[in-house]
């Protein structure tokens, strides 16, 4: 299995940018497709980004679309969230994900593996 710790969060402007980073150990990392989740208070854990192990594609809502950027360095295991132009409503606890090569599909919760324990953005008007 894989133990995954996101950082990055914190505290933005509107407007503002904020990069989170997911790093992984234990089994290799390169052996997940990699994705990016979040959840508001109130709200059900939402599809944010997502990356194949080979990072040869992105996928992303449309709600973050020309604004976020899911990258990843497998050399690192580190998977990497880069957010700009945040608004409000970007605001949520983030959670990294990684699910089996061949399972699932990207953007249901469900077919992920492995959790993070989540990062707080919170973004101000």
């Known amino acids: 299995q894989v133990q995954l710790v996101e950082s990055g969060g914190g505290l933005a402007q509107a407007g503002g940018s904020l990069r989170l980073s997911c790093t992984a150990s234990?089994?290799?990392?390169?052996?997940?497709?990699m994705g990016w989740f979040r959840q508001a208070p109130g709200k059900e854990r939402e599809f944010v980004a997502a990356?194949?192990?080979?990072?040869?594609?992105?996928y992303y809502a449309d709600s973050v679309k020309g604004r976020f950027t899911i990258s990843r360095d497998n050399a690192k295991n580190t998977l990497y969230l880069q957010m700009n132009s945040l608004k409000p409503e970007d605001a949520a606890v983030y959670y990294c994900?990684?699910?089996?090569?061949?399972?699932?599909?990207?953007?249901?919760?469900?077919?992920?593996?492995?959790w993070g324990q989540g990062t707080q953005v919170t973004v101000s008007s």
């Open positions: 994900a990684a699910r089996v090569i061949g399972s699932g599909v990207y953007y249901n919760r469900g077919s992920y593996n492995y």
């Open positions: 234990g089994r290799t990392f390169s052996s997940y497709n």
């Open positions: 990356i194949p192990w080979s990072g040869s594609s992105t």
